[in-house]
């Protein structure tokens, strides 16, 4: 009903930037939240950072001050801007949405991406 797509990740030098961008589609009728979570291998998922669609956040104590998370409910659209990046910030990073799908009651559904590479090298 619904898709996700990440898009942004990649490789940077520590001290650097990323922007990632969620971009939600399919059967929408209006975003609830918006968050990105990210994975390393052996690791437990972790959520980075939320966003309610009235523009409230949430962050990670490890990426206060560096991360910056926004949405744009008209384009239903999630951003995660990384800035000074850090080695230990490699992971794949996932988006994640609280979609509204219909009217009514039980209409809300979480959904995910398929996640995207972020590697800071030292």
């Known amino acids: 009903q619904v898709q996700l797509v990440e898009s942004g990740g990649g490789l940077v030098q520590a001290g650097g930037s990323l922007r990632l961008s969620c971009a939600a589609s399919?059967?929408?009728?209006?975003?609830?939240?918006m968050a990105w979570f990210r994975q390393v291998p052996g690791k437990q998922s972790e959520l980075v950072a939320g966003?309610?669609?009235?523009?409230?956040?949430n962050y990670a104590d490890s990426v206060k001050g560096r991360f910056t998370i926004s949405i744009d409910n008209g384009k239903n659209t999630a951003d995660l801007q990384m800035n000074s990046l850090r080695p230990e910030d490699t992971a794949v990073y996932y988006c994640?949405?609280?979609?509204?799908?219909?009217?009514?009651?039980?209409?809300?559904?979480?959904?995910w991406g398929q996640g995207t590479q972020v590697t800071v090298s030292s």
């Open positions: 994640n949405a609280d979609i509204t799908i219909r009217p009514g009651p039980q209409a809300h559904r979480i959904f």
């Open positions: 399919g059967s929408i009728l209006s975003l609830y939240t």
């Open positions: 966003i309610t669609s009235g523009g409230s956040t």
